[in-house]
């Protein structure tokens, strides 16, 4: 630690909390974003300590956040550290918030600029959890004694409800048919590289995995030997999930077919055997598993490009565009949503790790298939 540091302290509490949540990178980097803007706000405009924060500093917080320095924002996500001279050492070009653009908009030729920079919901959400946490953890540690932001009488007018059920962002049964007829062309052209992207294809959808649930990790190192055969020769996928929870997920015909073949491209027997330690996605140069949910995501994003390049052939511009905006986790929704029109909603909860049922319910579109029929044909000029 500098020796600099204004509150040593400071530092030292938050670098314990955070390291409490190391057994997920997801959650450790969200709660090291939030903590390094804290601590950065007070030592740098405030002026203050954690300790001396009160109900109007965290208003105060939230307001800079959603308008921080111009100095302060960057255009795209950099390491917080670099390499030079043999040494970690801080990035300069590092900023603790980033101006984006969508991923619609990034492909039509638009770039992220600091003056448009916007704090989302999700970012205000995190910003009221996080340091909620936070404070909580110090109360524990007697290193202050009061929750400034649990004192907050009035987080509505930062935090918008939503009412009635938000849409799930999902592909359409024409675009998920288009993107896997790409990737199995794909695997067929060029099976030494594409055998495994239609396999990720085949897994996201299939098995709603997560991103994280398919890259190894040092909290989770993703094998074949998870797939695995119960007593009544019934096949099932062990993974781990959000909140380091282990689920064991139905594995369907058609998605055993794909574990057949993937495996008999990397020329490996058919099925696995139990306890096999093969990682279940491998490196296509090199040896071991992949290790990056960038380079999972890269791979996905191939395909969809792919598959949006053929849509545009066939004239279907607009379910192109539409697929443009798609990300890696549409195919979990997508494989969700299609499942839960014909498997009891408890089944699908499981599988896809739902904490409960209220969360798969969101998936169940009947009811707002019928209120927008029930409204689309409501006339605004009235027949004389």
């Not at 306890?275 to 490196?283: D, I, Q, R, S, V």
Request: proline residues 4%; positive net charge; contains cysteine.
């Amino acid at each position: 630690m500098p020796s600099n540091f204004p509150y040593p302290d400071d530092y030292r509490k938050a670098s314990d909390f955070i390291y409490s949540y190391r057994g997920s990178e997801a959650t450790f980097n969200v709660y090291r974003r939030e903590l390094e803007r804290l601590l950065q706000w007070c030592w740098h405009v405030a002026l203050k300590s954690v300790t001396d924060l009160n109900r109007q500093d965290i208003e105060n917080y939230i307001y800079f956040c959603q308008r921080p320095y111009a100095e302060w924002i960057g255009t795209k996500t950099l390491d917080r550290f670099i390499s030079s001279g043999g040494q970690r050492v801080i990035n300069p070009e590092w900023r603790p918030f980033v101006s984006s653009v969508s991923k619609f908009q990034f492909q039509a030729g638009k770039r992220a600029l600091t003056k448009d920079f916007l704090l989302s919901q999700s970012a205000v959400k995190a910003i009221f959890a996080v340091l909620s946490s936070f404070y909580n953890y110090l109360i524990q540690e007697n290193y202050v004694t009061a929750n400034p932001v649990s004192q907050m009488r009035q987080k509505s007018k930062f935090l918008r409800t939503q009412q009635g059920q938000s849409p799930i962002r999902r592909l359409s049964e024409l675009q998920w048919s288009y993107v896997l007829e790409t990737a199995e062309q794909l695997a067929t052209s060029e099976p030494n590289k594409h055998e495994r992207t239609l396999f990720i294809m085949n897994a996201l959808f299939g098995m709603y995995l997560r991103i994280s649930e398919l890259a190894s990790s040092a909290r989770w190192q993703p094998q074949m030997g998870h797939f695995f055969r119960d007593m009544d020769n019934n096949w099932w996928f062990k993974t781990v999930g959000k909140g380091n929870k282990e689920r064991n997920i139905t594995v369907s015909d058609a998605m055993l077919a794909a574990l057949r073949r993937y495996r008999t491209s990397l020329e490996l027997p058919e099925l696995p055997a139990s306890g096999e330690g093969t990682p279940l996605l491998l490196k296509n140069k090199g040896t071991g598993a992949i290790t990056s949910t960038r380079q999972i995501r890269m791979i996905v994003q191939d395909c969809f490009d792919q598959a949006c390049a053929r849509m545009e052939k066939d004239d279907l511009k607009d379910d192109s565009e539409q697929l443009k905006a798609a990300t890696v986790h549409w195919l979990r929704h997508t494989g969700i949503s299609e499942d839960v029109k014909h498997r009891p909603r408890e089944h699908v909860r499981d599988d896809a790790g739902h904490g409960s049922s209220a969360i798969t319910d969101r998936y169940i579109d009947v009811e707002l298939r019928a209120r927008h029929a029930s409204g689309k044909k409501k006339v605004i000029k009235p027949e004389l």
